[in-house]
């Protein structure tokens, strides 16, 4: 596999959007140590595929598994949209050369590079002074939802989340 800024564009493409979207909207978190959050991209496993997703919604940093409950009904849509593209899930001796890592790790740079020009207007979230007192309330209510939905079904926590954001 080829990993030309051209060739892993379809891989990233989603959460390149994803973090334009946050800086337009003004929904960039920053966090306790001044670091900037538009997207937090996860690899998660649906079929053979690996797909890069975010792992930030509105001012909530996801765990690797609320990420997977949260977008894996979502792929199939997103996929058929046209909107997402799984990088396939290839047996690697090492986690760091599976492909999915290498082009999160190039797509990084990018990330980190635009990261220096987005203005302080597009921050929703700072916890740079202080923790955000309704943002700790969203926190907790989503670790909470995410409790309740690994005791009843794993796609439990995605529909909480889709009600908690009115879809």
Same mark, same amino acid.
Request: charged share 25%; hydrophobic share 30%.
């Given at each position: 596999?080829?990993?030309?800024?051209?060739?892993?564009?379809?891989?990233?493409?989603?959460?390149?959007?994803?973090?334009?979207?946050?800086?337009?909207?003004?929904?960039?978190?920053?966090?306790?140590?001044?670091?900037?959050?538009?997207?937090?991209?996860?690899?998660?496993?649906?079929?053979?595929?690996?797909?890069?997703?975010?792992?930030?919604?509105?001012?909530?940093?996801?765990?690797?598994?609320?990420?997977?409950?949260?977008?894996?009904?979502?792929?199939?849509?997103?996929?058929?949209?046209?909107?997402?593209?799984? @990088? &396939? $899930?290839?047996?690697?001796?090492?986690?760091? !050369?599976?492909?999915? *890592?290498?082009?999160?790790? =190039?797509?990084?740079?990018?990330?980190?590079?635009?990261?220096?020009? @987005? &203005? $302080?207007?597009?921050?929703?979230?700072?916890? !740079?002074?202080?923790? *955000?007192?309704?943002?700790? =309330?969203?926190?907790?209510?989503?670790?909470?939802?995410?409790?309740?939905?690994?005791?009843?079904?794993?796609?439990?926590?995605?529909?909480?989340?889709? *009600?908690?954001?009115?879809?």
């Amino acid at each position: 596999m080829s990993y030309s800024p051209e060739s892993i564009k379809p891989y990233v493409d989603f959460i390149n959007n994803w973090h334009y979207d946050n800086i337009k909207n003004n929904r960039v978190l920053r966090n306790k140590h001044g670091e900037l959050t538009t997207v937090k991209s996860t690899g998660i496993k649906v079929g053979d595929n690996i797909y890069l997703v975010p792992g930030y919604i509105d001012g909530i940093e996801l765990s690797e598994d609320q990420a997977q409950d949260y977008w894996a009904p979502r792929i199939p849509r997103l996929e058929k949209q046209g909107l997402i593209t799984g @990088i &396939p $899930d290839i047996q690697v001796d090492d986690k760091a !050369s599976h492909p999915a *890592n290498i082009i999160s790790k =190039l797509n990084h740079t990018f990330m980190d590079k635009e990261s220096s020009e @987005i &203005p $302080d207007s597009a921050i929703k979230y700072d916890y !740079s002074n202080q923790p *955000n007192p309704e943002v700790q =309330l969203r926190q907790e209510v989503v670790n909470n939802l995410s409790n309740r939905a690994r005791t009843t079904t794993n796609h439990g926590l995605a529909q909480q989340l889709n *009600n908690q954001r009115g879809q």
